[in-house]
């Protein structure tokens, strides 16, 4: 949660700070503040609200003069969103300024402490104890302050900080809150996500736990707790900057849903070369799969979404036992893994707090883990053993769209290279499963093609009070996905359930007019779900099918069907989830919602 940028060099910082965090506001928009360095002293300006209220109360920056800052837009964790909340959290001598994404799990402790000396608090945060902490332990070195807070915390922290005896340089840390460094000509960067500074700047470093940046305007320099250099290996970012705007598109969100065939062509081709799925980056060999006991799957959201389907595939084409959880659960439920057990963590970011903390947990009782990631040298990413990008490039709006539909093409290609090893397919059959997998993008892109028809459907059922999801098997885990796509942006109370379990207590929740989304894409399981289709369109239902062009019995049944290609049984969820996709967006577009930011939400969840 949360975003924070900072820079230094020869211009203005805060014009340059406030189109940073336009940049970042998807990961945070209760609040937003600047801190700037002048004439000595640190000013500092905040409002509630969105973005554009600081923009206006500072008339673009300009009222506030200085050539270092740093900057904050906010997704409240402790305390409502409010001006006294707001970040930049200043010290009580104003010597220092801070901006924080993360939580501090022993702030109450702390600032009990800290109230005990005399420290006044005027915010309900957490972030306000460690601008307090630095005061408290600065004795003119910068540095040793900062390594003494750090040793005091407990929890999650990306912090910037601004002290008003050094004008010619900031301090930036991390620990399990992602955090870059941008280097410029004479002008150098923080900030939680590239696409911040990607106007400037393509050199970047990645921040690890417990490194230290210092940053002048003429140079960039890391230390670790000891105050020894370390040598960072520079990054290079290789994708437009025009991959992170809007490019006509209303809303991110549509833009992205549109990007799903290009990323699932830079996700799949790379790793198809003469008829077989290659996995280059990864070292897991032959005798390691065959020596697999079980697999586990944990992710949350949408990528715990993709494990559900993982499970089904994985178990289906390499007879491997999968569990999937969700990550958040993970390390409590005291997990029975070891060494020929393989963990396998989801998550777009690469940064997602609870995925990261059931990383540790399996490595720590030994198992192997490979993660699917976005984001190259994130904290997921260099924490496992073996890892796959998926090259969906940047997605801002928050409701996940082409980083779903790439996390699914990852896991094709996982089962395909395991199948292949254990010997589990015919040749013909991994032959024909990787010529569907290539097929994709163009079979998605057919289905957007007739995005009016969704847009249609989503103008007569945008009013309801309730959606219902279901399906069987496959379709099962790709309802839980449309159904939280619906909820997250148009907020309409929406659930999926297997739907073999309605007549289990859910078919009471059926009245007239309630609209069921009911999937049936499958053969083998088709006409199973037909029954359930009359079961509650015997209740009173309307029923808007989503099957594919083989299945002409559906037209019967559905009061509104939504056709999509045919493809391989195991391949159908990367083509059923689109329809969805477009629904829930159109009908958050016909209520007027936030689309990209949706309330209460944020992208990267760096917070447990």
Not at 43 to 62: C, F, I, Q, S, W
Not at 166 to 173: E, G, I, K, N, W
Not at 339 to 366: F, H, M, P, W, Y
Not at 367 to 373: E, G, L, N, T
Request: hydrophobic share 40%; charged share 25%; with cysteine.
């Amino acid at each position: 949660m949360c975003g924070i940028v900072g820079y230094i060099g020869e211009n203005q910082a805060a014009p340059i700070l406030l189109e940073g965090l336009s940049k970042l506001e998807y990961r945070g928009y209760d609040s937003a503040g600047i801190a700037i360095f002048n004439e000595g002293h640190i000013d500092v300006a905040k409002a509630k609200g969105r973005l554009k209220v600081l923009v206006d109360k500072t008339n673009n920056g300009e009222s506030v003069p200085g050539t270092m800052g740093i900057g904050h837009t906010r997704w409240a964790t402790h305390g409502e969103p409010s001006d006294e909340n707001a970040h930049p959290h200043v010290s009580m001598s104003g010597r220092f300024a801070v901006v924080h994404n993360g939580i501090i799990e022993n702030y109450i402790s702390l600032k009990k402490r800290l109230t005990e000396k005399g420290f006044e608090f005027i915010s309900e945060t957490d972030t306000e104890v460690i601008a307090h902490l630095f005061e408290y332990y600065y004795k003119g070195d910068i540095m040793e302050a900062v390594i003494k807070v750090i040793n005091r915390v407990e929890g999650s922290y990306a912090l910037g900080v601004l002290c008003s005896d050094y004008p010619d340089s900031f301090v930036a840390v991390r620990k399990a809150s992602p955090l870059i460094v941008g280097l410029g000509d004479n002008e150098n960067f923080i900030a939680s996500d590239v696409t911040a500074i990607l106007k400037h700047t393509r050199d970047i470093y990645y921040l690890e736990d417990n490194e230290i940046v210092v940053l002048k305007k003429d140079g960039v320099k890391v230390y670790n707790t000891d105050r020894e250099e370390v040598k960072k290996e520079k990054f290079t970012v290789d994708w437009d900057v025009s991959a992170a705007e809007k490019g006509g598109y209303e809303h991110f969100m549509m833009k992205e849903i549109e990007e799903q065939p290009k990323a699932l062509r830079d996700t799949i081709s790379p790793r198809i070369k003469d008829g077989k799925v290659v996995l280059d980056d990864i070292s897991l060999t032959a005798d390691d799969i065959k020596n697999i006991n079980k697999i586990y799957i944990a992710a949350c959201g949408s990528a715990y979404h993709v494990g559900v389907v993982g499970k089904y595939v994985i178990e289906k084409m390499c007879r491997i036992p999968v569990e999937v959880q969700v990550a958040s659960e993970f390390r409590y439920c005291d997990p029975i893994i070891g060494e020929n057990d393989l963990v396998i963590v989801i998550s777009q970011s690469g940064e997602t707090a609870d995925t990261l903390a059931a990383l540790k947990e399996a490595k720590s009782r030994g198992a192997r883990v490979m993660s699917i990631v976005n984001v190259v040298g994130s904290a997921i990413a260099n924490a496992s053993d073996d890892v796959i990008y998926t090259w969906a490039g940047p997605e801002i709006a928050v409701a996940t769209t082409k980083a779903y539909s790439t996390q699914l093409a990852v896991i094709y290609l996982i089962a395909a290279y395991m199948a292949e090893k254990l010997g589990r397919l015919t040749d013909k059959e991994y032959a024909d499963f990787i010529a569907e997998i290539e097929a994709l993008p163009e079979k998605v892109e057919e289905i957007l093609k007739n995005k009016k028809e969704v847009q249609y459907l989503a103008s007569k059922f945008y009013n309801c009070h309730s959606i219902f999801f279901i399906g069987r098997n496959l379709d099962y885990a790709v309802s839980l996905e449309g159904s939280l796509k619906l909820k997250e942006i148009s907020y309409i109370h929406s659930e999926a359930y297997a739907a073999g379990e309605l007549k289990h207590g859910t078919i009471s929740l059926i009245e007239d007019g309630t609209l069921v989304v009911a999937l049936a894409t499958g053969r083998e399981l088709f006409d199973k779900t037909v029954s359930n289709v009359k079961e509650v369109k015997a209740r009173g239902a309307v029923v808007m099918g989503v099957t594919t062009k083989e299945h002409d019995h559906m037209g019967d049944v559905a009061d509104h069907v939504i056709k999509i290609p045919s493809a391989h049984e195991m391949l159908l969820p990367s083509l059923s989830v689109i329809p969805l996709q477009l629904f829930g967006y159109y009908v958050a577009s016909n209520k007027g919602c936030d689309i990209d930011k949706p309330r209460n939400l944020a992208k990267s969840v760096t917070v447990e």
